[in-house]
């Protein structure tokens, strides 16, 4: 049973960029992913209230800034749904 | 979830994953700023170990000690503005972080204490800061791996000219951390 958070395209790429990073800003993540601003919004509010990803709010400067970290939640819950993936690729092959 | 969706999802989080920037961001300023502060400091330790100097002037390393900090945090504020900071970037300020929080609380306690001389502590300075960047260097990048040769090579190099010990450690520390440094300034101008 592939995790439903993931059925969807956008946060499946959001969290396979965080795989790899500390931190990511949310304008980075736009800019990676190309999504729209409240596309991109809605979707992590979605992994945030799952827990799998951290969002934290902060001012560099004048300016606000938020970034996003993967959970441990998230992380395994990612690579379960990878397995997952992988498991129903090889169903055809087999 | 059929095959063909699930094969589409996994060639696009292979692709995030093998295309998504891992590397280590070199702050070349840091590399150049407390590389230059810490070769003057051991060529200063070289002219009164061989008489060209009697004392230590204390602006002479009060100077590019300010100059480092100051470019160390005009560094942390442009660090902070960045978009993206790599599993890599965080374990090199944790690595760097802990090696030169110690080799300064030891180089400040055997100071007051007596209890290690001055080439001790020079000897370790290189020795540490080394070996944290050759394991740095192995993991993410090659000038670092470089500059870290460089350290522990003046280190031992050192131990066998007594007379030109701290003058040894200075070139070391200039090829080791103020070399790679303006080599990664460059290669992130052009």
């Known amino acids: 049973m592939t995790d439903e958070l993931f059925l969807s395209r956008v946060r499946l790429a959001v969290v396979a960029e965080l795989v790899n990073a500390d931190w990511i800003t949310f304008s980075a993540l736009q800019n990676s992913i190309d999504a729209t601003n409240g596309n991109l919004g809605m979707h992590l509010i979605k992994l945030v209230d799952a827990g799998y990803v951290q969002e934290a709010k902060r001012f560099v400067g004048r300016r606000p800034q938020t970034r996003y970290r993967l959970t441990q939640a998230g992380r395994a819950a990612f690579l379960r749904h990878v397995e997952e993936l992988r498991a129903i690729a090889e169903q055809v092959r087999a | ?190």
């Open chain 2, 1 to 190: 979830m059929d095959a063909a969706r699930a094969k589409q999802d996994l060639e696009m989080v292979d692709r995030i994953i093998t295309t998504a920037d891992r590397s280590l961001h070199d702050n070349w300023v840091m590399y150049v700023a407390w590389g230059t502060f810490g070769s003057l400091v051991l060529l200063e330790k070289h002219l009164i170990a061989s008489g060209w100097k009697h004392s230590a002037d204390v602006p002479y390393a009060i100077a590019p000690m300010v100059v480092a900090l100051v470019l160390s945090i005009r560094e942390g504020k442009r660090i902070r503005t960045q978009g993206r900071w790599t599993l890599m970037d965080r374990q090199a300020s944790i690595v760097l972080g802990i090696t030169i929080g110690v080799l300064f609380a030891l180089t400040a306690v055997s100071t007051v204490t007596r209890a290690a001389d001055s080439r001790a502590s020079s000897l370790f300075f290189n020795a540490g800061l080394g070996t944290a960047f050759l394991i740095l260097g192995c993991q993410g990048s090659r000038a670092t791996l470089v500059g870290g040769s460089i350290l522990v090579a003046s280190a031992i190099a050192a131990c066998f000219s007594p007379e030109y010990f701290f003058a040894i450690l200075a070139a070391g520390m200039f090829g080791g951390s103020v070399i790679p440094g303006t080599v990664l300034g460059v290669r992130q101008q052009l």
